[in-house]
């Protein structure tokens, strides 16, 4: 799992903007995937699991509980966005999932984030809000919104 972790460290360090907090520390993932509830899938450039010398171009990690499954985060290298990779992601995460009898998907996000039309297109849907929920480095504060979609 180690050079998984590394890869998922590399895409973390490019795909998420740092004005808006997001993205995780190694320590954070390392103890999320220790706890046998959580999964990961990594995808690289050409769309596929990256053989064993290549590197990750997109990543997402999840929970699994009480018959739901969390997307805790979904990352893609922004030189490779646009190709398909993050729908990717997300079929790899609710075929995972319903393999572990799930049937419905999580998600909450900042309100603006541009993923959104990714997630709705999947067939997510907005199933509430906490206003004014994420701090911004500046201090700004933007709202959650929490996602759902049926896998089964």
Request: glycine share 12%.
């Amino acid at each position: 799992m180690t050079d998984d972790l590394d890869r998922i460290m590399a895409v973390m360090n490019v795909a998420f903007d740092p004005a808006y907090g997001e993205a995780w520390n190694r320590r954070q993932v390392e103890d999320a995937l220790a706890f046998g509830n959580c999964h990961y899938g990594l995808v690289g450039a050409q769309g596929m699991p990256p053989l064993e010398d290549e590197p990750a171009v997109g990543f997402f990690l999840s929970r699994t509980g009480f018959g739901e499954e969390e997307l805790l985060l979904l990352g893609v290298n922004p030189e490779f966005r646009g190709q398909g990779l993050g729908r990717h992601l997300l079929n790899e995460l609710a075929k995972g999932a319903k393999g572990r009898d799930v049937s419905r998907l999580l998600l909450e996000m900042r309100r603006g984030n541009p993923a959104e039309s990714l997630y709705r297109s999947f067939g997510f849907y907005s199933i509430g809000e906490r206003r004014e929920y994420y701090r911004l480095q500046n201090g700004e504060r933007i709202d959650a919104i929490t996602f759902a979609c049926d896998i089964g």
